[in-house]
Structures are given as structure tokens and as C-alpha cells.
Nanobody
Framework: QVQLVESGGGLVQPGGSLRLSCAAS????????MGWYRQPPGKERELVAT???????DTADIVKGRFTISRDNAKNTVYLHMNSLKPEDTAVYYC?????????????WGQGTQVTVSS
């Protein structure tokens, strides 16, 4: 079993900053891609940013220049640094990890953390 535990969400004013964290634990040989998706109210889940274990990043255009993804491979942890937040960034943010273990390779998801940008 693999668990992803997210933290760092909350209420922030427009223009503010937040840092999300996601730590993976359990049966893990290696993690290739690790990253963040979000689901705004009434909309589909969408990619925010992902990062490979080698450091290659993929960031959605809509957040590029404002959000930065980083990883600590030794801690199996991924971070999302969010700056210049806008009301349209309001969403449930989900952590995702592609994990290899004794069962093979699969995608795992966190439970989600709410980010609300409002004055």
C-alpha cells in the first residue's frame, strides 16, 4: 500500500502565497512522476505541475510564472509553491505519484486539500 498525505491548503487573500506539501509513504521502490492536479468547483480535474525524479518539470501555462514545483526525493515529498494567487486558483488540490513497488507501477492519489483564494 502507498499513502499520499497532503498539507498546506487553506484560505488566502488574492495576491497571497501558500505552499502545499505531499509526502508519500508505504511500499515504494521508486517514484518517477510526482505532482499536483486541481479541481475547481464544477469543473474537471486539471494538471497543475509535475516533476520527474530527474528534475524535469511540466507546468500548466495558466500557473506558469506563479507556481513552482519542487521535490525532495530522499523524503518522497513534493511541494507546490504558489505565489500571486488569484480567485480562479480556488480548487481542491490533489497530489499524484507514479510509484513502482512489488506490485508493479501504478498511479496513487492523495485525499485532496482545499485552497480558497478570496478577500
Amino acid at each position: 500500500q502507498v499513502q499520499l498525505v497532503e498539507s498546506g491548503g487553506g484560505l488566502v487573500q488574492p495576491g497571497g502565497s501558500l505552499r502545499l506539501s505531499c509526502a508519500a509513504s508505504g511500499s515504494i521502490f521508486s517514484i518517477n512522476n510526482m505532482g499536483w492536479y486541481r479541481q475547481p468547483p464544477g469543473k474537471e480535474r486539471e494538471l497543475v505541475a509535475t516533476m520527474t525524479s530527474g528534475g524535469t518539470r511540466d507546468t500548466a501555462d495558466i500557473v506558469k510564472g506563479r507556481f513552482t514545483i519542487s521535490r525532495d526525493n530522499a523524503k518522497n515529498t513534493v511541494y507546490l509553491h504558489m505565489n500571486s494567487l488569484k480567485p480562479e486558483d480556488t480548487a481542491v488540490y490533489y497530489c499524484n505519484a507514479r510509484v513502482s513497488n512489488g506490485l508493479g507501477t501504478g498511479d496513487y492519489w492523495g485525499q485532496g486539500t482545499q485552497v480558497t483564494v478570496s478577500s
